[in-house]
């Protein structure tokens, strides 16, 4: 009698990489369509992340979909946003969060 196989499924996505570069104010316009669009306080949770208030931050949209996860590092905050097609990895300098957070 033939050995029954076990099998799982499985898929595998490929991900293009680009890096780019962006200037603080481009960073600052992108931070604040984000906040307007997804209705979320996007400032308040970096103020906290600078302020070590809290280590991170996660937060889900369903509608439209939206992810943003943000970490504070011993130099900078690690910022990751994920939209429906896109996914978006920021490092920003704890020097420059200050600027961001003025604009």
Known sequence: ???ALNLSKYSVYRVIGNT?????DAL???LKAMSVVWNIPINRYLRDLL???VDSISFTKDK???????????KSLSITI????KIIELSVPLGE???ILMA
Request: glycine residues 0%.
């Open 1 to 3: 009698m033939p050995k």
């Open 20 to 24: 780019d570069y962006a200037s603080n």
């Open 28 to 30: 600052t316009e992108s």
């Open 51 to 53: 302020e070590r208030t």
């Open 64 to 74: 439209p979909y939206c992810y943003l996860f943000a970490r504070r590092l011993e």
């Open 82 to 85: 994920k939209e429906a097609e």
């Open 97 to 99: 969060v200050e600027k």
